[in-house]
C-alpha cells in the first residue's frame, strides 16, 4: 500500500513538528497529526480489504481445483514412479522409477521399495505406467 517502504509513524510525525514547526499544515487544512492519524486509519482499512480479497481468492482457487482433482490410491504391489528434482536446475525435475509400493501411509504418502533403501513420498508420484 506504501510501495514497499516502511512509512514514517505517527511519533516520528509528532516530534518533527514539535521541534521544526509543522510545515505542511497550511497545504494539508490540518495538522500533520490529525492528517496522519487519518491516513494510518485508511492504511488499515485497505489493508483489510486486501486481507479479505486474498481469502475469497483462495477458497475460489480451491473450489475451482477440488472440480477436477481425483484422488489417487496406490495398492501394494503396484508401480509408481516419482517426480525428482534434477541436480542442474531446481524448477526441473524427471520421473524415476517405477518402484513397487510397499503400504499406504498416512496423509497419502506411500513407503516405496528404492531398492537399497525405502522412502515414502508424497503427491509426487503417478501410475500411468499401469496404463501404457
Known sequence: MVFGRKPRGLLDVARQTW??????????????????????????????????????????????????????ELLPGEKALILMPTSNNKLMATWKGPYTVLRRLQNNNYELDLGKRKNSFAHKFTSEIQRR
Do not use: C, W
Not at 40 to 52: C, D, F, S, T
Open 19 to 72: 521541534t521544526t514547526g509543522d510545515p505542511d499544515s497550511k497545504k494539508l487544512k490540518m495538522s500533520t497529526v490529525q492528517y496522519m492519524e487519518k491516513l494510518n486509519g485508511k492504511l488499515e482499512m485497505v489493508h483489510n480489504i486486501a486481507r479479505e480479497n486474498i481469502t475469497h481468492a483462495q477458497e475460489r482457487m480451491k473450489r475451482l481445483y477440488d472440480k477436477t482433482a481425483k484422488q489417487r
